[in-house]
């Protein structure tokens, strides 16, 4: 279990950010998305933290014209002694995959599992192999699952990327609770003050009147007894 500060949202006081979701629409309404691959810079997405679904652009990153959208990857920790706390999306635990079995013009896909550039760890050329008629009968000695897949251009995720984290849609009404921002514990943001997203997707106190605005509408601990608030969407 974390005894210090991992992340950079400065109000944790052990591990990453935590989401805990007390009235998140997107559960209900399936505005949640996991399809883009996180911006080759970014290495590191905490539990409430904020990110653009930059489309066009194809990947998640923190400049692109769209909504901000919050970051709640569902928390995967494998040993007794970790706990929420010690989940935080990391670039160098993840590697990228394609999205199809099958290139759609050609009915073809390439071998070599784990390896994508086009070549295998040995600098060999990943070998082409035909498909059977049928896409979806494979025997034991060409799985589709051990397969690097090859696709429609683009064929592979796009350079240095290799983590997809899953995104929540957020509208007005929302409510969170997270200790996933900027600020001290110890001295916690007043009832009704307002936060947004900065340029780095945090959550902080601000004074904007425009743009994605939360309240703090509830100060108290998570279920590890940190610090946390509880926050409306109000714009």
């Not at 683009?154 to 007005?172: G, I, Y």
Request: with cysteine; aromatic share 12%.
């Amino acid at each position: 279990m974390a005894k210090t500060r991992l992340g950079q949202a400065t109000f944790v006081q052990r591990g990453y950010g935590q989401v805990e979701p007390n009235h998140l629409s997107a559960q209900r309404n399936g505005k949640i998305y996991a399809q883009l691959p996180a911006e080759a810079s970014i290495n590191l997405l905490e539990n409430g933290q904020f990110v653009k679904y930059d489309y066009a652009a194809g990947v998640v990153d923190f400049t692109g014209p769209g909504e901000w959208m919050l970051v709640f990857n569902e928390v995967k920790v494998y040993r007794d002694f970790e706990s929420d706390a010690d989940f935080a999306m990391r670039k160098e635990d993840y590697v990228a995959r394609v999205y199809s079995p099958i290139d759609g013009e050609n009915m073809e896909r390439l071998t070599q599992a784990r390896y994508y550039g086009g070549v295998d760890a040995n600098g060999q050329p990943i070998r082409k192999v035909t498909a059977p008629a049928d896409p979806w009968t494979y025997d034991s000695t060409d799985n589709p699952f051990a397969a690097q897949y090859d696709y429609a251009s683009p064929k592979l995720m796009k350079a240095n990327t290799s983590m997809v984290p899953r995104v929540f849609k957020t509208d007005v009404g929302d409510i969170y609770t997270t200790n996933c921002l900027i600020g001290d514990p110890a001295n916690p943001p007043a009832i009704g003050a307002t936060l947004a997203p900065n340029a780095s997707g945090y959550l902080e106190v601000t004074s904007a009147t425009t743009g994605m605005l939360w309240e703090v509408v509830k100060v108290y601990d998570l279920g590890d007894r940190q610090r946390a608030v509880k926050i409306m969407r109000i714009q």
